[in-house]
C-alpha cells in the first residue's frame, strides 16, 4: 500500500515479523463482551505481525435461538470483542488488518425486523406519524458445504438460497480524544460499517487514535445485500483469524480496503451525500500520496473508472465504499 513498502527499511522490518510472529488466540465469555468502542484495558496484547484466533457473537449475542424466542431477550446491539491491543501503536499511526479467515459457527443464522429501525421504517431522524414496523423474526438454514443460506418466507412457502460470504459488520479501533462510540455506529475509526470488503482476500487500514490502537471486532454476517435496508444482515457467530501490523507515523482519517486487484476508502456520515464525498476525497488523496497523480488528475480519473456501492443506510451514519482497479492507477 505504501511506497514505503519498498525500502530496505520496510523488508528488514517485515523480515522482523516473520521471526518474532506468534499466534495469539483468544476466546470471550459474555461478561468480556464490550458495545462501545472505547479506550480500556485490552483483553489481550498483539506484536505486529502476530495472527489474532478469536471468535464472536451474532448482533443479538447468539440468544435469539428458536421460533418464539424476542428481541426483548437481546441484551446490546452488537456485542463486540476485545479490544485488542497492538504493541507500539501510537496515534498517528495506521493500524493494518489482514484478514485471513472467516468460519461461520452455527447452523443457523438469524435475520429480523425491529421496531425504529431500517430504511423503510420510521426512526428517530425520520419520524413518521404512522405506526412502526412489527418486530419479525427470520431463521436462515446454513449449509456450508454446499456454502449457502437458505431465506424461508414467513408468509408464503417461498423459499430461495443465498450464496455464502462471511464478512464483519463491525471492526474498528478506539475513537480519538476518548470518546466512547456505540457499537452500532460507523465512523472515522471503523466500526459498525457492513462493509462487505471486511472478509479473506482484504486488508483494512484504520487510523490509530489511541495507544495501542485498541482493535475491536463483531458483528458476523453470513450474507448481506447493499445497504442492509431492513436493518440486519444474515446474522452469525463467526470464528475470525487475522492479522495484524502498523505503518509508522502514517496518517490516514478514514478506513481504507485493499485488495490484489483495488483500493477502496471508506465513508461514514449523515446525509448520504456526505459519506460519499468522504470517501472520495479520501481516494483522491490516496492516490495523489501513493500512486503520484494529482488531485484533480485523481478526481477526473476517479469520475470515469470509480465504482462505489452503498454498505448500509440504516444505522446512525450511513457508510458508501468507494474504490478504483488498480490496472488504471500508474505502476508503484
Sequence with gaps: MWRVAGTMLACALAAAHVAAQQVVRYTPADKDLK??????????????????????VDAFGNVI????????????????????AIA?????????????????ESPRGVGALAPGFGALNTTSYTPMLNANLPEKIWFYDIDARANQ????????????????????????????????????????????????????GYTLYLPVSAPGALLYIGDGHAAQGD????????????????????VKRKKIAWPRFENDSSIMAVGAYRPLDDALRIAFSELVSWIHADYGLSELDAYELLSKVARIHLAEMVDPNYVVVAGIDKRYLPKK
Excluded at 435461538?65 to 485488542?84: E, Y
Excluded at 499511526?93 to 485471513?100: E, G, P, Q, W, Y
Design 88 to 104: 507500539g501503536a501510537e496515534p498517528g499511526d495506521t493500524l493494518v488488518v489482514k484478514i485471513l479467515d472467516l468460519a461461520i
Design 65 to 84: 435461538r428458536k421460533a418464539g424466542d424476542t428481541m426483548a431477550m437481546v441484551k446490546g446491539d452488537n456485542p463486540l470483542t476485545g479490544p485488542f
Design 149 to 200: 443460506a437458505t431465506f424461508h418466507a414467513l408468509d408464503s412457502s417461498f423459499s430461495v438460497n443465498i450464496p455464502l460470504q462471511p464478512f464483519l459488520g463491525c471492526i474498528g479501533v478506539a475513537p480519538a480524544g476518548g470518546e466512547a462510540r456505540s457499537s452500532i455506529v460507523p465512523a472515522e475509526f471503523g466500526g459498525n460499517m457492513d462493509a462487505h470488503e471486511a472478509r479473506p
Design 35 to 56: 458495545f462501545l468502542y472505547a479506550t480500556v484495558p485490552p483483553v489481550a496484547t498483539l506484536n505486529p505481525g502476530d495472527t489474532l484466533e478469536t471468535n464472536t
Design 227 to 246: 445497504g442492509e435496508v431492513a436493518g440486519t444482515a444474515i446474522e452469525v457467530p463467526l470464528r475470525v483469524r487475522l492479522q495484524v501490523d502498523i
